[in-house]
Nanobody
Framework: VQLQASGGGLVQAGGSLRLSCAVS????????VGWFRQAPGKERDFVAG????????YYGDSVKGRFTISRDNAKNTVYLQMSSLKPEDTAVYYC????????????????WGQGTLVTVSS
């Protein structure tokens, strides 16, 4: 499985941005696709996740109500729509795939994209 994240950039606080994660390779319905982020000097945190086979989603507490994860099966692409952005959302955002199902831990994710930088100015 290969993942390619894109869509990062500079945005003002209160603005919106959509990240994309193109997924290629053999992926099974039980897999989870997730987004994580890592700010400078901090640990990598879970942001959002969803099953490849259906629309059930789950979010980290700090982004709930502001971020939305979605999937376009025809394009094999997962999106992260980010709204009401805050300076503390500044981080490198990664998409990843977990083979063993639901998890919020980065250690349970087996495949990772290269990351895309999101910078939110105040």
């Amino acid at each position: 499985v290969q993942l390619q994240a894109s869509g990062g950039g500079l945005v003002q606080a209160g603005g919106s941005l959509r990240l994309s994660c193109a997924v290629s390779g053999r992926i099974f319905s039980s897999y989870i696709v997730g987004w994580f982020r890592q700010a400078p000097g901090k640990e990598r945190d879970f942001v959002a996740g969803m099953w490849w086979s259906h629309t059930r989603t789950y979010y980290g507490d700090s982004v709930k109500g502001r971020f939305t994860i979605s999937r376009d099966n025809a394009k094999n692409t997962v999106y992260l729509q980010m709204s009401s952005l805050k300076p503390e959302d500044t981080a490198v955002y990664y998409c990843a795939v977990a083979r063993r199902g639901y998890s919020r831990s980065e250690y349970d994710y087996d495949y990772w994209g290269q990351g895309t930088l999101v910078t939110v100015s105040s």
